[in-house]
């Protein structure tokens, strides 16, 4: 039980902090490289990302 617990804690932890904060990471990253196209796909990437999710 109290394994079920801490593995629900971390699934939310990683959730809410640490992949909002690898995308605002990489989002940065890119504004700051001036790199046009990658700031075309990026979005784009998302798109299909989350497209694909709700199919599923």
């Given amino acids: 039980m109290a394994r079920e617990r ?3 804690l971390f ?7 640490v992949i909002p ?3 605002i990471s990489l989002l940065f990253l890119l504004v700051q490289s001036g790199n046009r196209l990658l700031l075309v ?3 784009l990437l998302a798109v299909v990302f ?3 999710k709700q199919l599923n």
């Fill in 50 to 52: 989350f497209i694909t």
């Fill in 6 to 8: 801490i593995s629900d």
């Fill in 21 to 23: 904060l690898l995308a």
């Fill in 41 to 43: 796909i990026f979005p």
């Fill in 11 to 17: 699934s939310a932890f990683c959730i809410w902090i």
